[in-house]
């Protein structure tokens, strides 16, 4: 599977998921999307009724992630949608209110945002990834809450990585707050901006169009 951008970018040269996973954003500021879609036969879908939440997992990330050893993919999955770390072993359980009716539970992981369930799976990515890297990546986002936290949390303590949250002073709820700012973990830079979350994210877009900036500082 390769991946190429929304504007354009990679059009002639589609990039392997690991290299779109430390790029973030393409060069001209679009988002990286798979080439094409992989479809799932009906025969599949039924043999993954009923499986547990892994086995899905691994099945569906396995069609867009091909360069990565199925067998570590698997150990990766495995690791990160844990009991201990969601607090169910079916990971996003569901309730039937009514025939018809199902609500999906989202928010066991350990910031209680639903985000949780890709940023978790996304940090121990990005340490697979760096794990034979000489240098840091260092990872620049905006928040108003849910997300930086999610995403420190997904990130901490992480071999070669660094975050800077950027998030708008005194804006956030206290408990979301308490969540960020609570880290001591050395990799995670917390970030206040006198303003809203708008000036935050229009820092974060200056820079990521900054190609030599971003190459500079591995961002």
């Keep these: 599977m390769r991946y190429v951008g929304t504007r354009g970018a990679w059009r002639d040269d589609p990039q392997p998921f690991r290299a779109v996973l430390l790029e973030g954003l393409a060069p001209d500021g679009g988002l990286a999307v798979p080439q094409h879609y992989p479809r799932f036969a009906a ?116 071999r070669n990585l660094a975050v800077f949250m950027l998030s708008p002073h005194g804006r956030m709820s206290a408990f979301q707050q308490a969540q960020m700012y609570a880290l001591d973990d050395p990799n995670i830079h917390n970030v206040a901006i006198e303003g809203t979350f708008d000036d935050c994210q229009d820092i974060v877009k200056s820079i990521a169009a900054d190609a030599s900036f971003k190459r500079g500082h591995f961002l």
Excluded at 49 to 74: E, H, N, W
Excluded at 79 to 98: K, Q, V
Excluded at 111 to 116: E, N, Y
């Design 43 to 158: 025969e599949t879908l039924a043999t993954l009724r009923g499986k547990p939440y892994t086995d899905i997992a691994f099945a569906v990330l396995s069609r867009f992630i091909t360069d990565i050893a199925p067998d570590d993919l698997r150990a990766i999955v495995d690791r990160t949608y844990t009991t201990a770390a969601f607090g169910d072993p079916r990971i996003t359980p569901l309730t039937t209110l009514e025939p018809g009716l199902h609500l999906l539970h989202l928010s066991n992981g350990p910031t209680l945002a639903f985000k949780d369930v890709a940023l978790q799976l996304l940090g121990n990515l990005f340490e697979y990834v760096l794990r034979d890297s000489a240098r840091t990546l260092n990872i620049l986002g905006a928040t108003s809450g849910d997300t930086g936290s999610s995403a420190e949390y997904a990130m901490r303590g992480k």
